[in-house]
């Protein structure tokens, strides 16, 4: 069966990481540890070959995708699709302040991924089904190519579930580090 290699990155580390809030889809840029992460990746890249390099349209992934591209010569293609889950109304709180108000809320999200959401944001579910309908896109139009794709923690969770097979309740364990790289082999059949 043909397939896409993705190499799934995570952006690198903002303050609203170290200061451990939700970010959600609001446009945070990355701190000064986030853009040396971010040139280490780029750095372990060298050597390898890619075909593409897409990113989440939010600064954060793309200044991420930026350092990359300056290393692997390639532009950026960036969409909305790649966004991390819309945490609504958590979006900017500190995630223990929720935890300590919502805590059945919180683990409902986790527990119920495909109809329990963050008041005002996104399902699981939902951000699963964005992910994969853009990932079939990329896998039919770089056929049996090797591609980069930037994006964020809990929407490439999502990806890393389907991937091994895995319930999207356990989307939360599967949450890489900040610019940790998770490779793929990605076909529209398997979606």
């Not at 995708?65 to 532009?75: F, G, P, R």
């Not at 945490?87 to 805590?103: H, M, T």
């Not at 999200?109 to 939902?126: D, F, H, L, Q």
Request: proline share 3%; hydrophobic share 35%.
């Amino acid at each position: 069966m043909a397939y896409t290699t993705i190499y799934l990155i995570r952006h690198g580390e903002t303050d609203w990481n170290r200061e451990q809030r939700y970010q959600g889809q609001q446009d945070i840029p990355l701190n000064s540890t986030g853009i040396k992460q971010a040139q280490l990746i780029a750095e372990s890249l060298n050597g390898h070959h890619f075909s593409a390099l897409y990113s989440s349209d939010l600064m954060r992934a793309y200044q991420t995708a930026q350092e990359i591209a300056k290393n692997v010569k390639l532009s950026i293609t960036s969409h909305p699709a790649l966004r991390e889950i819309n945490q609504g109304e958590w979006e900017g709180r500190y995630i223990k302040d929720v935890l300590a108000i919502s805590a059945n809320e919180v683990r409902a999200v986790y527990e119920n991924p495909y109809t329990a959401r963050k008041p005002g944001g996104e399902s699981i579910g939902e951000v699963a089904k964005r992910m994969y309908a853009y990932l079939d896109h990329l896998a039919e139009k770089h056929d049996q190519q090797t591609i980069i794709v930037v994006s964020h923690g809990l929407a490439i969770a999502t990806v890393l579930c389907k991937d091994r097979k895995l319930p999207l309740e356990m989307a939360i364990r599967n949450i890489p580090e900040n610019t940790g790289i998770e490779v793929v082999k990605w076909s529209k059949k398997s979606s």
